[in-house]
Each structure stands twice: as C-alpha cells, then as structure tokens.
C-alpha cells in the first residue's frame, strides 16, 4: 500500500487533524452564523490536505508561515483549539488578546508565525525565519503557504528569488485553489502551472493533487529533506478547489456549479477515509470513536472560548511597543 | 574623547555592536563586496564574514520581509536602504508587518533599517528625500534622525539593542561634513530624549538632523544681535520627546521648528500641535515653520538651493518671531 512509509498511528494521526480541521472551521461558521463570531472568516474547507499533508512533514523545531486558510498546519504545531475559537471571537485567551481577528494568529514559542493580511507578505518573511535557522545550524527548516492570488504580488517574486540566491532552507507550498476571492486563475496568470516559476528562480518545483494528503505529504517530506542537507528551497504547488466563498459573507455565485460537483468527489477526508478503510487502517467503530472525540474536544473548546473575557478598552494602546 | 565624523560615527557603530552580540548581522546591496554605496561597511565582509554581512539582489520588500522574519528568530538585522527614497519599495512590509507584530503578537521585532537621507548633493528628487513624515505616523515604529557624529554613533547602538523596529535617518549630506567628539567606551543615546544643544533665551529653534548644523549658525549670527536662540533637536522623531518640547516653549514662549523634510504632513505640524495643545498660555508669538516647500527634491543647484531651507530663511523667521 502506498502509505508514504507512515505507521498506522501516524495516518490515523493525519486523518484526525483532517477532521478536526474540517469540524472546526465548520463549528467557526456556525459561531458566525449566530452572530458570535465578527469580522470576517475564511475557512479552508474542501483544502484540508494542503495544510495538513505539508505540515506533517515537519518537526519540532522547525517553523511554519501560514497563510488564511492553513488552519490544519495551526494545529499541527500544537494550537489548540480553544485558543482558536476565542482568538474568532476576540476574547483575552486567543493568541491576540483581541487586537486581531480570525486567522490572524500564531505562536513564536510554538513555531507558528502570524499572518498577515497583505497576500504574499509572508513569503520573504519565510525567507528570513530559514536565514535565521541556516545561520542557527541546527539543521532546522521554514515552511509558508500561499495562494495562487498572492503568486501575483512583488513579495512572491522578491522572497523566492532571495531565498534561491542565498539557499536558505524553506519550502514555498503554493495552495493553488482555483480562486482569489472572485478572480479566478485564468485571470491571475496565463500559466496554470504555478509550480513552472521555480525554474526561473534556478529551484525545483512541482505540481501535484493537493486533495491527495498523502501525496502531499510525501512531496513535502522531499522538500523538507532537501532543505536540511542544505540543498535549499523548493516550490510546491497544490491543486485543490476552494469549497466555499473567500470568506463566510461571500456567496462565491461566480464559480461554475460543475467545478463544485466534480472537486467534491476528490474531498481530501473522503479519499483518505476510503484509503485507510481498504488497509484495514480504520474501521467503522474507530470512525465513529473519532467523531465523538472531536465532537468532544470541540465542545469543550467552545465553552472555555466563549467563557474568555474580552479585553478592557482602557487597555486599547498598550502593547504598541515592547516596552 | 576623539573627534571623528559622522559616517565614522555610522561605521563605528555597526562595527561595535557586530562585534558585541552574535546575533547582529547586516543585510542589504553591494554592502560586503563593495562595501557599501558610502562605503560604510568596508571592511566588514572581510572581519564577519558573509553569514554576518549579507549582499542581496535588488529588493527592498524581501530585504525588509526577511529582516523581519530573522528578528521573529531573535536575531538582530541591521538594513540598509542605498538610499532612504527606496525605503518605498517596502513600506508595506515595514508599516503592516513590522510595525503592528508586537501590539498584535507580544512578540517583538527587533529590526533597524538604516537609511542616508536628505539632499543637498545634487541627488535630485530620488536620492534625496527625508521620508520621516511617512513613518511617524505609523504606530509601532521608532524613528531617529541623529545630527551629531555623538547622536549617530550612540542613536545607532541604541537601535541595535531596543526590542522593536527602528528606522533610523542619517543625513548623507552631513557624512563627511560634520565632525564632533565621541566617547571612546561604550555608550547609548536613549530614543526618545531630545537634547538642548544650545541654551537660549529668546527664541526656541526646535529641528532634527542637517538643519541642526544651519540653526548653530543662526544660532551665532543673531547673537551678534542681542538674540538669545535655544537649540532643541529632537533627535528622535517617535516617539516624540513632548516634555523637552513644551519645557523650551515654556521657557522662551517663542517657537520657531525647522525640518529639511517638506512642510506639509511634515513632523513640524506635529511639535506645533503639541506646543498648541500643552503649552497655549505661556506663548508669545505664533508657533513658526521653516521647512522644504511641498515639491519633490529638485536636480539642478538654482532650484534645489531655494528648496532646501538655509541660515538665511531660518535666521529671518527667528528674528521676525523674536522682534513679534
């Protein structure tokens, strides 16, 4: 079986942040739903396995830049979600003490850099977090994500190229998902292949099922692999589909229906499950047992999210700097 | 004490604190090789090596974007801009991602940008310009102007160990042009102090960087004339130092602000706001300002003379306002 050489635990590991990936963001949308939850909300459903195939490949120590929709590589380096979810509702205990909402999080100590909003901004900060770690000699490696939209910006160009002039070791993972809000990628590049650039920055890339997570992580593991032996970076391009609008508000009316039909069939959980089932890797019961235990942790999350206190406005201009 | 210019004050500096914490280290174009546009950092590549003084391709958003992620990994990057006009092709880095990470975070981005600023060397509208104005209105960011080889040397290190992104302006026209004493240990100049540089009585000439040099000799020439002018240079830019600005316009109640900068948007509407708001009753004459017109810096001498602000137009507005 193609299981990329993981143990049974391993896969049953990465099937469970799929779920609780997807239950999540789908617990999120109804907290927005109700009105909890303010502001905007850009959730990654139908993309799980770009974030979670690629994030698996890392290790302790090494760091990730996300982008707004790698909620699965949050929790991959120990976010929990509760933490998430006051984050979303712009509570004291979400990693921003409410001075930025949604994705907009992250944790230094855990490895985790923040997003920010301007699209591509992360990837020369990438650039320099693997700087940084070529220069701490501990044979570390920086992983960010990005969309096909950002590809389109100056940083895209300026963080590769820089990062392939002094090969530093990181990998761009481009969460190719057919859309940048209405834009669609035909009207974003005249090349599909995303993954084509990387020769013209002298680095390798590739494009591949991003729905496929395992396939996902096995090209990760490479990159991540070729970083460590100080090979430098890599491009990888996942193909998915964004299942839902750019964010909760929008109703995404501009994609074709036949487009949503035809990458529901290649949902990433409902591949893996199928795959698991066959080897005999997950059964009914521990499916089941699976749905509960998220159903369970997310319960508890939500009510420790919404039992966190909002921050004091008197408290509004501290923090501005360090000291 | 030894007397050493300005661009040595810059050199010192780097060197110094290179050579104090590992984790220092510069990042820019033609820095190592060529040793820099101003050739402040020759000699470096050879002493620290190229982990420790890194030359890039042209550009400044990856330039900065990188610093920003190596200070998130707690080292400490020192850029340099060739030229502080191309500190545009970065602001979005600076201003959405430097700027904002600690309020948003808590964790800090200890950065210094560097950038030569400032005309009067025939640089013309992109190797001219002094864009604190830009910068002063982002909250999250520190900004110096120092205009003394003391000030640049101490203003520097002080960059270099504080916790958050400074910008740091030193005025290329004062390079080798001006010379002062400096300490020969260590020592800092705290962001966020201004300094009297000369005690007055009549009139409070309140500036920052090159035009410090022009205020000494207006300072001198309306002594000849019974005039006693206080010196304020503010030195750093944000966070403003209000307390020294409303203690000298107290003390003289006659304010006149000078920046090379241009007038509009400028910091001067920013100290006469200030001395407005803390300091109304105890003035005598209208807050004055002498600053660049609002034109892009000009090439050619006849133009950029009557752009840049000198003895000349600061010494009438001083007089006027001390005669008020």
Request: hydrophobic letters at 40%; charged letters at 25%; proline letters at 5%.
């Amino acid at each position: 079986m193609d299981d990329a050489g993981l143990s049974r635990d391993q896969l049953l590991d990465i099937y469970y942040h799929l779920r609780l990936t997807r239950s999540l963001e789908e617990r999120i949308g109804i907290l927005y739903r109700q009105g909890k939850i303010f502001g905007g909300v850009y959730l990654s459903t139908g993309q799980e396995g770009v974030s979670v195939g690629a994030a698996y490949a890392l290790e302790p120590g090494d760091i990730t830049v996300p982008s707004h929709r790698d909620m699965g590589a949050h929790l991959l380096r120990g976010i929990q979600p509760r933490e998430i979810l006051a984050q979303y509702l712009g509570r004291i205990g979400g990693l921003t003490r409410g001075r930025d909402g949604n994705v907009h999080f992250g944790d230094i100590q855990r490895g985790d850099v923040a997003f920010i909003s301007p699209m591509a901004d992360g990837i020369p900060v990438a650039t320099g977090v693997a700087l940084a770690l070529k220069r701490q000699g501990k044979g570390r490696v920086a992983m960010t994500w990005f969309g096909d939209g950002a590809a389109s910006r100056g940083d895209f160009h300026e963080g590769i190229n820089l990062a392939a002039v002094l090969q530093v070791p990181v990998v761009f993972v481009c969460n190719n998902n057919q859309f940048a809000y209405s834009t669609p990628v035909t009207r974003q590049t005249l090349v599909p292949d995303i993954s084509k650039r990387a020769a013209g920055y002298g680095i390798p890339g590739s494009s591949l099922d991003g729905n496929d997570v395992l396939a996902v992580y096995q090209v990760a593991r490479e990159a991540v692999a070729r970083a460590r032996r100080g090979e430098g970076p890599t491009l990888i391009e996942c193909k998915t589909m964004r299942m839902r609008g750019h964010s909760e508000h929008d109703d995404a009316s501009y994609v074709p229906r036949e487009m949503l039909e035809e990458w529901r069939k290649k949902d990433p959980i409902q591949r893996l499950e199928a795959r698991l089932r066959e080897w005999g890797v997950l059964e009914e019961e521990g499916e089941a047992r699976m749905t509960k235990r998220i159903a369970s942790e997310l319960e508890a999350a939500v009510a420790w999210a919404e039992a966190s206190p909002f921050p004091e406005g008197k408290d509004v201009e501290q923090g501005v700097y360090s000291t | 004490m030894a007397e050493i210019t300005y661009i040595e004050a810059i050199r010192q500096a780097l060197w110094e604190e290179m050579e104090r914490d590992d984790r220092v280290f510069l990042i820019g174009e033609d820095i190592g090789v060529y040793g820099g546009a101003f050739k402040i950092t020759q000699g470096f590549l050879e002493r620290f090596g190229e982990d420790r003084v890194i030359d890039t391709p042209i550009a400044e958003s990856a330039i900065i974007g990188s610093a920003v992620g190596a200070a998130l990994m707690g080292m400490r990057p020192v850029v340099e801009m060739q030229f502080a006009d191309f500190i545009a092709c970065a602001f979005d880095q600076i201003v959405n991602n430097a700027a904002k990470f600690h309020y948003r975070t808590g964790t800090s981005v200890p950065l210094v940008i560097r950038g030569p600023s400032g005309g009067g060397v025939h640089g013309g509208p992109f190797h001219s310009q002094n864009p604190e104005g830009w910068f002063v209105h982002v909250p999250g960011l520190k900004v110096v102007a120092p205009s003394t080889p003391h000030d640049a040397k101490g203003l520097l290190k002080a960059a270099v160990r504080d916790p958050d992104p400074v910008i740091y302006f030193e005025h290329k026209y004062l390079y080798r042009r001006v010379k002062g004493k400096v300490p020969e240990e260590d020592f800092i100049v705290p962001i966020g102090k201004a300094e009297v540089k000369r005690e007055g009585t009549d009139v409070s000439l309140i500036t920052y960087g090159a035009m410090v040099h022009q205020a000494f000799e207006v300072c001198n020439r309306l002594s000849a004339k019974g005039i006693s002018v206080e010196i304020l240079d503010l030195r750093t830019l944000v966070p403003l130092d209000r307390e020294a600005i409303l203690a000298t316009a107290r003390k003289t109640g006659k304010v006149l602000i000078v920046h090379e900068a241009t007038r509009t948007g400028g910091v001067g509407g920013e100290v006469a706001a200030t001395i407005a708001e803390g300091a109304f009753d105890r003035l005598d004459g209208p807050i004055l300002r002498v600053a660049a017109p609002d034109t892009p810096v000009p090439f050619t001498t006849a133009l950029e003379e009557a752009f840049l602000p000198n003895v000349d137009r600061i010494a009438a507005a001083a007089e006027r306002l001390a005669t008020y």
